[in-house]
């Protein structure tokens, strides 16, 4: 779907990055100055490489040794930033018709009722940017990027901005329109929850060059990422089903395949699909249950992989999901685990992070 090899040169920073891939979403990680925006910017037409090729769905926006450039206007891309950039002096109709006008009736794809529906604008439709919340500022811009029917979704970290509570009423639309409007995605975010939510399919971006994509677990584990990993911090996300829980307790319970999980209290009927966030790094290992311990959660699990880098092990382990889990080198060494052992792994509920949580289809 997308295929690009792009050289650049800019100052003392040269981005030198290829990538040929199918998946309908990819999300974009790697540490601040990678250089992460540059590739968007290259990819926009925005920022021109010294020698490169891009493709989307076969459609050629670039190709310098055939001197072929789409100009930026005709590149069909789509971009949504952190901050909404919506005009202010334009109401939410005007901002999201404004990129519609602009086709011709054979090139639209979305109407704007359509998108209107979607996500949720109709109640905003008449008002100033200014009078509306930094996530309903993002949902216009998502609208607004829609609208002018893109071959190719940018987005630049479209949730830095915004507090929990808004990422997490604004991380279902993006899911809806992942699976609603078919439209791929490139999704740049420093939070790997984040980029979990949306899709398993990521590429790893470090001093100008695209280290690996692929299968989340995969490319965080393997050689070239894996010391990464320590300062951008690994999470894992989970989609728990709520269990009837007595709100006296302050605490949710939940199914994690047939484990139950305790979570803090989640203001929700039994039966939700609940996602929560919970670091490798927050999760110990033993290797049997243990009693008389304040410890509430310990999910059984079997060891599946281990990698080490630098003193620290990380281990994925199915507990009916896979769980990433951070442990010292000493520790493991220490408990001589081995791929194929089974443990359990114990987390506090206080380490569980919150993202949202909606009623199951
Ligand atoms: N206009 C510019 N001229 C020269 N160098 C630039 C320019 N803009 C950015 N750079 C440099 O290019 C490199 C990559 O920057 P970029 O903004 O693409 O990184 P990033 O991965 O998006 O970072 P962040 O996550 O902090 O947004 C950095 O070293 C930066 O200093």
Known sequence: MIEFELDLKRGNFQLQASLNSE??????????GSGKSTLLSLLTGSLQPQHGRILVDGRCLLDTARRINIPVHQRRIGMVYQEGRLFPHLNVRHNLSYGLQLLKPAQRRFKLDDIVALLELGPLLEQRPRQLSGGEQQRVALGRALLAAPQLLLLDEPMAALDDRLKAQILPFLRRIKDETGVPMLYVSHALHEILTLTQHIAVMQAGRLLAHGDAYEVL???HVLPLTQ???LENLLKLQLLPSPQESGCSVALCGQQQVVLPWVDAVAGCEVAVVIPASSIALAKQRIEGISIQNQLHGTIRAIRTHDQR???SIDVGAELLVEITE?????MDLQCGDSVCCLFKTQAIRLLGHQRKA
């Open 23 to 32: 998946a309908s979403v990819i999300g974009l990680f790697g540490p601040s």
């Open 221 to 223: 584990g393997t050689e």
């Open 313 to 315: 092990a990380l281990l």
């Open 330 to 334: 000493k520790s493991r060494q220490d």
């Open 231 to 233: 300062s951008l911090g």
